[in-house]
């Protein structure tokens, strides 16, 4: 047997592996996670899940941030720097996770709301935004059970709530239903 054409035919066997790998490591390379650090921890966290929620309000560094899926009221709080001293956590749940889209309004001392009470001791701090909220929010409301609260998001999918009274407008809920809820909800 001739040793030169053995050797030949290795050599194209792993200048084609070497192609090979080449290939594939470049294709690779541009498939890598995103990488963050958080204020809590100076560790990198991998993030394969994120999502973008809007804090303002009595909050130091208000704006939209990208948190991990799964992270909570708190967290959402820390990364905005923290509380003002005259914020109003009363009814904040701050334990609460959060949802894509979604926006947490902090209310201050003597502010005005919608409605045109003060929120200083006022219990309505931490309303519903039907227009944002998840099933499991929704099912917190005085009589809207999960057929409900997915006929409602249905709706906000097709089109987004106006007003608190456009709630009016899914099949089920009426005046009662809604002179029930009304207090809890808003649409920001």
Do not use: C, H
């Not at 100076?42 to 130091?60: Q, S």
């Amino acid at each position: 047997m001739d040793n030169s054409i053995y050797k030949k035919g290795l050599a194209v066997v792993l200048i084609i592996a070497i192609i090979i790998m080449t290939a594939l490591g470049i294709k690779l390379s541009g498939k890598e996670k995103e990488i963050t650090f958080t204020k809590e921890r100076d560790m990198e966290i991998e993030i394969e899940t994120y999502i973008w929620v809007d804090i303002d309000g009595a909050v130091n560094i208000p704006g939209v941030y990208v948190l991990i899926e799964g992270s909570r009221v708190k967290d959402a709080i820390t990364i905005a720097g923290g509380l003002k001293e005259e914020a109003i956590t009363k009814n904040l749940n701050k334990a609460r996770k959060l949802v894509d889209g979604e926006k947490i309004y902090i209310y201050e001392e003597g502010e005005i709301s919608g409605i045109g009470e003060t929120l200083a001791g006022s219990s309505q701090l931490d309303l519903i935004n039907i227009n944002t909220a998840s099933a499991q929010q929704l099912r917190t409301l005085p009589g809207i059970g999960e057929a409900y609260a997915n006929r409602i998001i249905e709706y906000r999918n097709i089109k987004k709530f106006s007003s608190i009274e456009e709630i009016k407008n899914v099949q089920g809920i009426g005046e009662k239903t809604f002179e029930n809820i009304k207090e809890f909800i808003t649409v920001y």
